[in-house]
T-cell receptor, first 113, second 114 residues
Framework: EAQVTQNPRYLITVTGKKLTVTCSQN?????MSWYRQDPGLGLRQIYY???????DKGDVPEGYKVSRKEKRNFPLILESPSPNQTSLYFC????????????FGQGTRLTVV | GNSVTQMEGPVTLSEEAFLTINCTYT??????LFWYVQYPGEGLQLLLK?????DKGSNKGFEATYRKETTSFHLEKGSVQVSDSAVYFC?????????????FGKGTLLTVNP
């Protein structure tokens, strides 16, 4: 089954404690990205990757890091989380191109206290 | 920059009612247009798409037509069901260099009552 898998689904952490949210896809997609979803703001792109070792900033990259060492995995790293990073996070993957369908993970609800 | 504006709702309908969710966009170029749906506790999934002017996307009884002249992509369904209760997102996608970013509207919460 084609899918994007994120872990964990829920996470509560304290300010400043480094965390990683994992994302893996089994569709051999070259394009992957991270979004955060906030009430009244919709989804905003954090980072994206066109292929292995190729990553770049999206619209709201501050406070986040990513890596793409393998094609299937695209982890999101918060080195020093802060309360304003409390949000619902989605990983997405697709083939490149403007008309292709993006597949989304089930989301990670992060709370930073 | 590119943007999507959709009616924010919430929208509450009775079963079998007609649904319209308005969506308009601003883009420098020629985007593809999408409607994604998010059921409670789940990720987004593609509902339908259109990639050029006058294309009609359809799926599960939902339809939307790409109107370049009015820069719109309104979602319609003739008879909604309780199972259609979800958040609906209009989105556009363009090729901006290497970033095939989806630009989303803020979402519309639809509740369908029996």
């Amino acid at each position: 089954e084609a899918q994007v898998t994120q872990n964990p689904r829920y996470l509560i952490t304290v300010t400043g404690k480094k965390l990683t949210v994992t994302c893996s896809q089994n569709m051999n997609h070259e394009y992957m990205s991270w979004y955060r979803q906030d009430p009244g703001l919709g989804l905003r792109q954090i980072y994206y990757s066109m292929n292995v070792e190729v990553t770049d900033k999206g619209d709201v990259p501050e406070g986040y890091k990513v890596s793409r060492k393998e094609k299937r995995n695209f982890p999101l790293i918060l080195e020093s989380p802060s309360p304003n990073q409390t949000s619902l996070y989605f990983c997405a993957s697709s083939l490149g191109g403007r008309s292709t369908e993006a597949f989304f993970g089930q989301g990670t609800r992060l709370t930073v206290v | 920059g590119n943007s999507v504006t959709q009616m924010e709702g919430p929208v509450t309908l009775s079963e079998e009612a007609f649904l319209t969710i308005n969506c308009t966009y601003t883009a420098t170029g020629y985007p593809s247009l999408f409607w994604y749906v998010q059921y409670p506790g789940e990720g987004l999934q593609l509902l339908l798409k259109a990639t050029k002017a006058d294309d009609k996307g359809s799926n599960k009884g939902f339809e939307a037509t790409y109107r370049k002249e009015t820069t719109s992509f309104h979602l319609e369904k003739g008879s909604v069901q309780v199972s259609d209760s979800a958040v609906y997102f209009c989105a556009l996608r363009m090729s901006g260099g290497s970033n095939y970013k989806l630009t989303f509207g803020k979402g519309t919460l639809l509740t369908v009552n029996p």
